[in-house]
């Protein structure tokens, strides 16, 4: 009997919608009686997979994941484009007063973005410019004494070329930091700096997608911040008039008043 209802209910699962088949795989396994473990030890029907063979694939392939871009960010080489990276930007905008101008294409931008952000919270005035909008009157937000930091995986992304030049007729001679996986690519030959991501394999299963190079881009993004906190003796005072709302700003403040 046992086994016949084990058999009622793979065929649901595989007959019914997606998320009622989740829903049976969420079963808690450490009900299930001594005879139905004996019936799932029984081949299964071609196509069919129990719930728990199904899970167990599952946590080992977010292993081979989380593995697989572990891997990559303990692979990035550190040479000494780093450190002339965090010497530009705080020449540019701590001596100069000028700010970091971040750019990137599709994820990359994303990555861009938040490097900017994150800076400018940390004490070093940063913006993100759009290379698309930038040929559209965003260009004018870079000034004389900026620094440009871009991402790009290829090395060789059209709208960043366009706009490395388009910045050049505005302005000559800003500072061009690039992150990419092409050191031979037009962007590398052009920069002051260039970081190099190793070129890790996207862990994307098609070998497409933006996922491991997205992870090392936002690694090497943090480890150029945390070098120039470092170099800037920035405390939990100022981060605290950067940051004054939610969770983070009661921590600054909190932690402020202990280094007093």
């Known amino acids: ?64 994941v989380i593995a697989h871009e572990a891997a990559a960010v303990s692979d990035i080489p550190i040479e000494d484009d780093f450190i002339t990276a965090v010497a530009i930007i705080h020449k540019q905008v701590h001596e100069e007063k000028g700010k970091l101008v971040t750019s990137g294409m599709g994820k990359a931008g994303q990555i861009a973005a938040n490097i900017a952000t994150t800076f400018s919270s940390t004490g070093t005035p940063a913006v993100f410019l759009h290379p698309s909008e930038s040929q559209h009157g965003d260009l004018g937000i870079l000034q004389e004494h900026d620094a440009l930091l871009v991402l790009s995986n290829s090395g060789k992304t059209r709208e960043i070329i366009e706009l490395i030049e388009l910045a050049e007729n505005l302005h000559q001679g800003l500072p061009l930091i690039v992150i990419s996986s092409n050191p031979d690519g037009i962007l590398a030959k052009n920069a002051a700096a260039f970081i190099y991501t190793g070129n890790p394999k996207e862990v994307c299963p098609l070998g497409l997608s933006p996922t491991t190079s997205t992870t090392v881009m936002t690694v090497i993004g943090d480890a150029l911040l945390v070098s120039m906190m470092k170099k800037i003796g920035f405390n939990n005072e100022e981060y605290a008039k950067r940051h004054h709302g939610g969770y983070l700003g009661s921590k600054s403040r909190l932690q402020a008043e202990g280094e007093k």
């Open 1 to 64: 009997i046992a086994c016949t209802v084990q058999i009622t209910i793979l065929f649901q699962i595989k007959s019914t919608s997606t998320v009622f088949s989740h829903r049976l795989q969420a079963y808690d396994y450490s009900t299930v009686t001594s005879e139905s473990k004996r019936c799932q030890a029984r081949p299964l029907p071609i196509g069919f997979m129990s719930p728990l063979s199904f899970a167990n694939q599952m946590k080992e392939q977010i292993r081979k």
